[in-house]
């Protein structure tokens, strides 16, 4: 389940509402076409109907019609601008106003969409959402936090804050031309462990008194990694490229680590397999890991490594 409401929604399936209007240009003209003829024949004004599309009156309503696009996908622009899931830019900064939160310096508009969506969230101090919203104001760096509530000691609860800072995203090819092994490897070899300023920011904004309950113990610690490497094979029969099938196999494994990379995420084998799986594989073996990875609150599981091979078989 998603940690908080905010993080369950993909603004990107919102349906855009009625109001936006679908734009059609040969249906507008068609309605023009209509409207032409009904009019020249209400005046008794001769015409050919058979060759009416080359007639100057007609050449004015395909401008007319055009223009009359533009002026509709303006107002579908000026309609979606003033709704959090779909404005962009400055028209975001306005739609924030209202909540009221401001964009920080460089930050892009998915962050400052998701922060947005967390303050209902955090309205009143002490909420889990409200300690999350303030690890991504108090620093730009800061890309996640875990943040859960640790009663080993049911005397006094601690409020747990694990940040974990934006690295470079992506991976790049480490394959050597020689072995039949498709290697990948993660763009930056940072793991996400926040600096000691940030941690110092993020303790400082959390223990606000309009963020932090009066009664809430508060610690602010980096998130425990955990590296996995991933290797597999890839089973096909012949016929497929088996450069072609590792490099997909391994492009799916990459985007699903990717997507796991989140506070408390773990790692299920089945994710993996269904992930190096590809449309002409016949099987798939996974060597690596034997085990799922477990993340509990506030750890990160980082994968530092894709290998994937293949193996021709008889089916």
Not at 125 to 150: Q, S
Not at 253 to 268: E, F, H, L
Not at 282 to 298: D, F, H, K, M, R
Request: glycine content about 6%; aromatic content about 4%; charged content about 25%.
């Amino acid at each position: 389940m998603p940690r908080y409401v905010a993080e369950g929604l993909d603004l990107s399936r919102m349906p855009k509402p009625r109001a936006v209007r679908s734009l059609d240009y040969e249906t507008l003209l068609e309605r023009r076409r209509v409207r032409l003829k009904a009019e020249l024949a209400a005046r008794d004004i001769p015409f050919d109907a058979a060759r009416i599309d080359s007639e100057p009156a007609m050449a004015l309503q395909q401008v007319d019609a055009y223009r009359e696009l533009l002026g509709l996908a303006q107002v579908n622009a000026g309609v979606l601008a003033t709704m959090l899931a779909w404005a962009v830019g400055t028209d975001l900064d306005n739609c924030a106003l209202r909540l009221p939160l401001l964009r920080m310096d460089g930050e892009s508009d998915e962050r400052f969409r998701w922060r947005c969506l967390l303050i209902p969230e955090s309205w009143g101090a002490g909420k889990l959402a409200g300690y999350l919203l303030a690890a991504l104001t108090a620093h730009p760096d800061v890309a996640d936090a875990g943040v859960w509530v640790d009663r080993t000691d049911p005397r006094q609860p601690i409020i747990r804050i694990a940040p974990i800072v934006s690295v470079a995203s992506g991976w790049v090819d480490a394959s050597d031309p020689a072995v039949p092994i498709k290697r990948l490897r993660p763009a930056s070899d940072a793991d996400g462990t926040p600096s000691d300023d940030v941690l110092e920011a993020v303790r400082i904004l959390a223990n606000r008194d309009d963020v932090a309950a009066a009664s809430d113990v508060i610690s602010v610690r980096p998130p425990r990694i955990l590296p996995y490497q991933i290797s597999l094979v890839t089973e096909h029969l012949r016929g497929p490229d088996p450069a072609a099938l590792r490099t997909l196999s391994a492009e799916g494994c990459a985007a699903m680590a990717d997507a796991r990379r989140s506070p408390g995420r773990d790692v299920p084998l089945a994710a993996i397999i269904a992930a190096g799986q590809v449309p002409a594989a016949e099987n798939v073996q996974l060597l690596s890991p034997t085990a799922p990875i477990l993340a509990s609150e506030g750890d990160l599981a980082v994968c530092t490594a894709i290998d994937v091979q293949s193996l021709v078989v008889n089916g």
